[in-house]
């Protein structure tokens, strides 16, 4: 048995070539909740070929006695994965939900330095969103942006790396921001949720 780690929205190459069977982990969804989170797998890496039906905490992938080749798979949340009947192919199907997003402020200036150098940066709750490696001595929740959103409820974990495999620290929330020191560290990633 191998655990690997899936980003939403993400196709992620499996390191494992042949498997009977695919169970998720509610343990490792960086607080997703479970049952928002569909997923397919593929028998080639560019995710062109699904095997099996989509597959959720309630039902697993099984692909049966013998062990079939696996080599990559997609998770969506708040949506469902459903499978064109006429091709064969599986697209996500949107759900009725409004966008859902927060404002960031990210300050780029060394802590202390009066006024601080904040920039704003938009993200949309449950996609993990690309900092293009920007140097912040902080990141808090701007209060003032948040469509559809109850920001009391959102929680963020920054990651190293734009690929999100790489926390750094702890989740943030409205009531406390996350600090990184005097000086502005590489940032490479954010995932916000409720």
């Known amino acids: 048995m191998s655990a690997i780690a899936v980003l939403p929205e993400h196709l992620t190459a499996l390191n494992v070539t042949q498997a009977r069977s695919i169970v998720m982990d509610e343990s490792m ?3 997703i909740p479970a049952k928002k989170v569909a997923c397919q797998a593929y028998s080639d890496e560019d995710g062109a070929w699904p095997i099996g039906d989509p597959f959720t905490i309630a039902s697993p992938a099984d692909f049966g006695p ?4 696996v080599a990559a798979v997609k998770c969506s949340v708040q949506q469902h994965v459903v499978r064109h009947q006429a091709d ?3 697209y996500p199907m949107p ?11 990210i300050t780029t200036s060394p802590q202390g330095q009066n006024p601080p150098t904040v920039s704003p940066s ?8 690309d900092l293009n490696g920007v140097h912040a001595s902080a990141i808090s929740l701007d209060e003032g942006v948040h469509p559809n959103v109850r920001l009391e409820d959102v929680q963020c974990q920054a990651f ?8 750094m620290g702890v989740a943030f929330t409205l009531e406390k921001g996350v ?3 005097k000086n502005p ?3 490479g990633s954010v995932l916000c949720w409720t």
């Open 122 to 129: 938009p993200v949309e709750l449950t996609k993990l969103t």
């Open 160 to 167: 190293w790396d734009k690929d999100g495999r790489s926390p």
């Open 29 to 31: 969804m960086y607080h």
């Open 66 to 69: 013998e062990p079939v080749p």
């Open 95 to 105: 759900s009725n939900d409004k966008y859902k997003g927060i404002s960031l402020h």
């Open 185 to 187: 560290v590489k940032v």
């Open 88 to 90: 064969n192919s599986v």
């Open 179 to 181: 600090v990184f020191g």
